[in-house]
C-alpha cells in the first residue's frame, strides 16, 4: 500500500523558511510528476509547486522566486523549501504523486502557519 507522509510544517514569522518534506513508503511504480498543492481556510485547494519525471519545475505566480521543489530519489522522499514565507502562505499543504498510470496519491497534509 502506498503512503506519502508530510512533515515539516509548523508556525513561523514573516520572512522566515521552512522545508516541508513528503516521504513516499510501497511500491509507487512510475513517477509522472509530483506536486505541491495547499488550502487555507476557506479557500479551494490550489497548486503550488510542480516537478515532472524530466525535472521540470513549475510554480504558481504567488511562490515563483520564493519557494522551491525538489526530490531525492534515493529516499524516496520530495521537499518543499519555503523561504521569505509570508501570512497569505498560511495553508495546509498537500503532496501529490501521478504515476504514469495515472494513479494519483495524496499525503495527509501539513500546516503551515506564517504569524507574528
Known amino acids: 500500500q502506498v503512503q506519502l507522509v508530510e512533515s515539516g510544517g509548523g508556525l513561523v514569522q514573516p520572512g522566515g523558511s521552512l522545508r516541508l518534506s513528503c516521504a513516499a513508503s510501497g511500491s509507487i511504480g512510475s513517477i509522472l510528476a509530483m506536486a505541491w498543492y495547499r488550502q487555507a481556510p476557506g479557500k479551494q485547494r490550489e497548486l503550488v509547486a510542480t516537478?515532472?519525471?524530466?525535472?521540470?519545475?513549475n510554480y504558481a505566480d504567488s511562490v515563483k522566486g520564493r519557494f522551491t521543489i525538489s526530490r531525492d530519489n534515493a529516499k524516496n522522499t520530495m521537499y518543499l523549501q519555503m523561504n521569505s514565507l509570508k501570512p497569505e502562505d498560511t495553508a495546509v499543504y498537500y503532496c501529490k504523486v501521478t504515476t504514469t498510470d495515472w494513479y494519483q496519491y495524496w499525503g495527509q497534509g501539513t500546516q503551515v502557519t506564517v504569524s507574528s
Open positions: 516537478m515532472t519525471n524530466g525535472d521540470y519545475t
